[in-house]
């Protein structure tokens, strides 16, 4: 068996989903697991399959010629390897909304070692104020050479210069 990891973008309508899975099965494939979003009027998954090897280059070429139908498939290997040993961690953060945020606390995490393995971010109005705030979770995953502690410090220091709140705990 081969293992592919997708990558699919398109104008969301009903029916995209089910199109990726025909092709899929069609050619023996098992669709093993997804995260897929709608923001905006479009649609974004990335997902892993299985498929047999003598069938890996007709999935291929039945999901590139999706884009017949605009629907953009890019198709890359699933890694073999297992990442080195890690601790999953969720964080949360609220605060003012404004520009590099993200930016500035992926250079932290990165700086420190830690993976991002999910991030959802949203901006809505404060309860009292109605002002823009800023909402992110995420799955972390931290080395395990990494001390929880030196992180959180690391973090608070950054979250008391962008004036967030900010949360971090082991996952179970």
């Known amino acids: 068996?081969?293992?592919?990891?997708?990558?699919?973008?398109a104008a969301?309508?009903?029916?995209?989903?089910?199109?990726?899975?025909?092709?899929?099965?069609?050619?023996?494939?098992n669709w093993l697991e997804s995260r897929m979003a709608h923001m905006a009027g479009q649609f974004a998954g990335i997902l892993r399959v299985s498929v047999p090897a003598e069938n890996r280059q007709a999935l291929v070429n039945a999901l590139e010629d999706l884009s017949t139908h605009g629907i953009r498939v890019l198709v890359g290997?699933?890694?073999a390897g297992q990442a080195a040993?890690?601790?999953?961690?969720?964080?949360?953060?609220?605060?003012?909304?404004?520009?590099?945020?993200?930016?500035?606390?992926?250079?932290?995490?990165?700086?420190?070692?830690?993976?991002?393995?999910?991030?959802?971010?949203?901006?809505?109005?404060?309860?009292?104020?109605?002002?823009?705030?800023?909402?992110?979770d995420a799955s972390l995953a931290v080395p395990s050479g990494l001390a929880l502690?030196?992180?959180?410090?690391?973090?608070?220091?950054?979250a008391d210069d962008l004036m967030v709140e900010l949360e971090l705990r082991r996952e179970e």
């Open 77 to 79: 290997e699933s890694g």
């Open 1 to 9: 068996m081969d293992h592919l990891v997708l990558t699919i973008i």
């Open 12 to 29: 969301d309508k009903p029916g995209l989903v089910e199109r990726i899975a025909q092709n899929i099965a069609a050619h023996g494939g």
């Open 149 to 158: 502690d030196t992180l959180q410090a690391a973090l608070e220091t950054l």
């Open 85 to 136: 040993a890690s601790k999953p961690i969720t964080m949360t953060l609220v605060g003012n909304d404004r520009p590099g945020i993200v930016r500035e606390i992926t250079a932290l995490l990165s700086k420190q070692g830690v993976n991002l393995e999910r991030l959802s971010t949203d901006v809505r109005p404060a309860p009292m104020s109605g002002d823009p705030l800023f909402h992110a």
